[in-house]
């Protein structure tokens, strides 16, 4: 929960897998924190991905509720890139957002940490830890579960800050869709989609099916 940049309010179930369950009690208990009601809303910002395909339709089905049923603007923001802000970089170090994608991959982008915060340097991809690992850049920070899941490979080239303390944060991405809503950045809430990265599961099969 942000007013003017500020937070105000910030829940957060890191270990939890059920998203259908865990997020309601979670946007309840923000909204108690910061003395705000559901309808006082003036915008919604939402992770858009990459990260797991149903957690993101999970979380962003509700924003886009949120959003119609108020008449409000939605506003999504990268997940890797809310994830590196979480990862306390000093200047000049290189930043490496990564989370567990399955299947042997993760999903990962690059950031140059400045004074100002994370500046990108790469696009949203999905790769295996190793090939991750090779575009690795001392002095480097890895944040994400990647981290956790992939030590052995990624732990060579990084310093990996702990999930457990440096995950995505429900408050980065209400500053950062305030930031983006400021410049203009709201999206149609008919027409935004998670992003995958890779082709969900369903689609997996099915082309391979051919």
């Excluded at 939890?16 to 309808?39: N, T, W």
């Excluded at 989370?99 to 100002?116: I, Q």
């Amino acid at each position: 929960m942000v007013r003017d940049g500020v937070v105000l309010a910030d829940a957060a179930e890191p270990e939890s897998r059920s998203h259908a369950k865990s997020l309601p009690g979670l946007v309840a208990r923000a909204l108690a924190e910061a003395g705000v009601e559901l309808g006082g809303l003036d915008a919604v910002a939402v992770s858009i991905g990459p990260g797991s395909f149903t957690g993101l339709r999970i979380g962003l089905g509700w924003a886009k509720g949120v959003a119609f049923a108020a008449r409000i603007p939605l506003v999504t923001v990268p997940t890797l890139e809310a994830l590196a802000w979480a990862a306390d970089a000093a200047a000049g170090e290189q930043v490496c957002a990564a989370l567990d994608a399955r299947k042997g991959e993760v999903y990962a982008a690059l950031f140059a940490a400045t004074a100002a915060g994370p500046r990108r340097l790469s696009e949203d991809l999905a790769l295996r830890p190793v090939d991750l690992a090779a575009r690795l850049e001392r002095p480097c920070v890895l944040v994400g579960d990647a981290g956790s899941v992939y030590g052995d490979v990624l732990g060579a080239r990084a310093t990996i800050r702990p999930f457990a303390t440096h995950h995505p944060r429900g408050g980065i991405v209400a500053r950062l869709g305030w930031q983006r809503l400021l410049a203009g950045a709201a999206a149609n809430p008919g027409e935004v989609e998670p992003v995958y990265v890779r082709p969900p599961e369903a689609e997996l099969v099915r082309f391979g099916s051919r």
